[in-house]
T-cell receptor, first 110, second 114 residues
């Protein structure tokens, strides 16, 4: 089955700096890669996703990149703000269940 | 609100109790999932139902018993739990159990086993 690894487990940045979270996956059949943000005490919510037919997708301050050959994908947050502080999960999905990474706790210091 | 509702939000139960968690969605989704989230592990898939049929059971102990009476409702029956089962239990649903499908999560049930 699919195995998703996520790094780093914790990340602390200064407000205005960029943050990068990286994930690798093992199943070459995976073709859908969502990113979820989970604020304290709340449910995970989708913030951006990418499908295997594209290499990059951007939505305002958030971007994701995908390298299918190397089986890794990354989340980039630019101009970070304190409200970006949360746990971020990457995931990979093929024809079966969605597997999540271990999560990255991002702290943005004002 | 994502359209996925879980009850109860919090549950404290003894190791000899029997309780059930409920998940409900009216998004027209036909795949529903139970995940366990604890401090030690990431989002851990427990069960998957696709069109009311269980398609995945990731080696979950038999003290957890899922039930999916229709595509809108999902239950997790609990009995003889252990303290290490204390965690946040999240339900999710998606349009189909295939590729390219976003999962919508409920708010979760915070379970404490005493």
């Amino acid at each position: 089955g699919e195995n998703v690894e996520q790094h780093p487990s914790t990340l602390s940045v200064q407000e205005g700096d960029s943050a990068v979270i990286k994930c690798t996956y093992s199943d070459s059949a995976s073709n859908y890669f969502p990113w979820y943000k989970q604020e304290l005490g709340k449910r995970p919510q989708l913030i951006i996703d990418i499908r295997s037919n594209v290499g990059e997708k951007k939505d305002q301050r958030i971007a994701v990149t995908l390298n299918k050959t190397a089986k890794h994908f990354s989340l980039h947050i630019t101009e970070t703000q304190p409200e970006d502080s949360a746990v971020y999960f990457c995931a990979a999905k093929g024809n079966n269940d969605m597997r999540f990474g271990a999560g990255t706790r991002l702290t943005v210091k004002p | 609100e994502t359209g996925v509702t879980q009850t109860p939000r919090h549950l404290v139960m003894g190791m000899t109790n029997k309780k059930s968690l409920k998940c409900e969605q009216h998004l027209g989704h036909n795949a529903m999932y139970w995940y366990k989230q604890s401090a030690k592990k990431p989002l851990e898939l427990m069960f998957v139902y696709n069109f009311k049929e269980q398609t995945e059971n990731n080696s979950v102990p038999s003290r957890f018993s899922p039930e999916c009476p229709n595509s809108s409702h999902l239950f997790l029956h609990l009995h003889t739990l252990q303290p290490e089962d204390s965690a946040l239990y999240l339900c999710a649903s998606s349009r189909e159990d295939g590729p390219n499908t976003e999962a919508f999560f409920g708010q979760g049930t915070r379970l404490t086993v005493v």
